[in-house]
C-alpha cells in the first residue's frame, strides 16, 4: 500500500527567511534605545544580528549583516547583559554605518 503523500506549500518552510522588519540601516540619522539583540548564524546569510529596540513608544524588530555594528552590538550586548538599555544614534559614515 502506497504512502499517502502531503502537500506543502513552499511559502511556509520559512526556507532562509529572516524574523524582521527590515534592515538596521533603513534607521540611519535616527536615535533609539537598544533593549535586545539576537544573535543567529546562516548557511546563506552568514553572521548577523536582529536588534529589537525603540523609538519613543514604537517598537521595532530589525536585522543587519553590517560588520562594523556587528562588532559595536557585542559591546552593547555588555550592557544590555548587566540589565541597561542602551541608546545610540546611527551614522553613516562614507560607506559603513555606525553607532555614536
Do not use: P
Amino acid at each position: 500500500m502506497a504512502k499517502k503523500s502531503k502537500v506543502v506549500k513552499f511559502s511556509d518552510l520559512k526556507v532562509n527567511t529572516i524574523d524582521s522588519e527590515g534592515q538596521l540601516t533603513d534607521l540611519v540619522d535616527k536615535t533609539f534605545t537598544i533593549v535586545n539583540i539576537e544573535w543567529q548564524t546562516s548557511d546563506l546569510y552568514g553572521d548577523f544580528a536582529i536588534v529589537e529596540g525603540r523609538i519613543g513608544n514604537k517598537k521595532f524588530r530589525r536585522h543587519t549583516f553590517s560588520k562594523v555594528l556587528l562588532k559595536q552590538l557585542k559591546v552593547i550586548g555588555e550592557e544590555l547583559a548587566k540589565g541597561n538599555l542602551v541608546e545610540v544614534t546611527l551614522t553613516k559614515r562614507k560607506r559603513y554605518y555606525t553607532f555614536e
